[in-house]
């Protein structure tokens, strides 16, 4: 396990490269990203902007994925606002809302007066998914990423809403698993290649253990049926260059707030993901099987955006790496049905012993960030 030499990321996250001088794929491209003619690739936004408006007579022109964070404010203010198009935002109504999340989500919708559709799925069937992809895969938030993908496909089907508006491209943005289309084009149709897609298949998971008929908003839809409908699907971060802190500013203009009770466990921004209550622990699993985490990932992100060093990084890394994400772990136990005690053997499965070992009885990485 080694980490890069400009920010604080490991090798172990999937997908990432290192080059011959130690920095990784992420930081690479920031220095990219520097050399980007930014003004050029908003010209060619427009120009898209401008292919599509009208094309649905009087319906949508664009759907934008929202959570409510910080960033989808961001899409939904440059689609609506900016760019001007008839705008859908498209939110999966999580079962386990925090409250700042319904508060930030309410003043998306009041605030920049867009049209929003919550994606309400069957909670008998979401808690059968997270169940199973919990003990079997480690990955408790399975289910949400499957829909969040797959339903706002189906709602550019349902709406013949003619772009998808995604945010960042997190392979390209953070390191991970990069599609040559979206590399070169900012295009988000091979989206389901992305980390969060980069997993067992739905049918390999489920094994007929749910009927066909509750899957409906789990499945993708073919990539045939986009080119038929002739629905383009992008990120937004090929066009406008990405910074979290600048979309969080933004978004306090219209309402958002950040988390009332300052910093989750493991967190140095209180503004990030804060939108439901069972994705903390679900992002452990993250430290278990790879050994890193939020800390990590967020001073990465002040690192590429120059808000940070790489010394300050380290320092921070290290304090709060092994913070527990204990504030929602009651709720947790009580969706999932399970006690304190079969969670954690749970989450002992998959830890990776590659990369753990003990130290005066605690568990402790064999390679810390230094």
Not at 3 to 14: A, G, L, N, R
């Amino acid at each position: 396990m080694r980490y890069c030499k400009t920010c604080v990321m490991p090798d172990t996250k999937p997908g990432i490269t290192f080059n011959s001088n130690g920095i990784c794929s992420a930081c690479q491209y920031v220095e990219t990203k520097d050399n980007i003619n930014w003004q050029e690739r908003e010209r060619k936004l427009e120009i898209l902007c401008n292919s599509v408006r009208g094309s649905n007579g009087n319906g949508y022109e664009c759907i934008v994925p929202v959570s409510g964070g910080k960033d989808s404010i961001y899409q939904a203010y440059m689609m609506s606002r900016v760019y001007n198009l008839r705008v859908l935002c498209i939110n999966l109504t999580s079962h386990i809302q925090t409250t700042e999340g319904i508060n930030n989500l309410n003043s998306l919708v009041e605030n920049l007066n867009v049209d929003l559709q919550k994606i309400s799925v069957r909670p008998s069937t979401q808690q059968k998914i997270r169940n199973i992809s919990l003990f079997e895969l480690g990955n408790p938030n399975y289910a949400e990423h499957q829909v969040v993908f797959a339903g706002v496909a189906r709602a550019a089907l349902i709406t013949k809403a003619p772009l998808i508006v995604w945010g960042e491209d997190i392979g390209v943005e953070f390191g991970g698993n990069i599609s040559e289309t979206s590399l070169n084009d900012g295009s988000a149709e091979d989206l389901i290649e992305n980390d969060l897609f980069n997993q067992v298949p739905l049918k390999n998971l489920l094994k007929g253990r749910i009927p066909q008929n509750e899957l409906f908003f789990y499945n993708h839809p073919e990539k045939n049926e986009f080119l038929k409908r002739k629905i383009k699907s992008i990120y937004l971060s090929y066009y406008h260059r990405w910074d979290g802190y600048e979309h969080y500013l933004l978004a306090k203009k219209f309402g958002f707030k950040g988390r009332a009770d300052g910093l989750l466990s493991g967190n140095i921004l209180n503004y990030d993901n804060i939108d439901e209550k069972l994705c903390e622990i679900h992002i452990w699993f993250k430290m278990l099987k790879f050994g890193f985490w939020r800390p990590t990932d967020q001073c990465c992100y002040q690192i590429w955006n120059k808000r940070m060093n790489r010394d300050d990084a380290v320092d921070l890394v290290l304090e709060k790496q092994y913070e527990f994400p204990d504030e929602y772990l009651n709720e947790f136990l009580e969706y999932h049905e399970i006690t304190e005690k079969e969670l954690y053997k749970c989450m002992e499965k998959f830890r990776n012993l590659n990369l753990w070992h003990k130290v005066n009885k605690k568990w402790r990485l064999k390679y810390e960030v230094n």
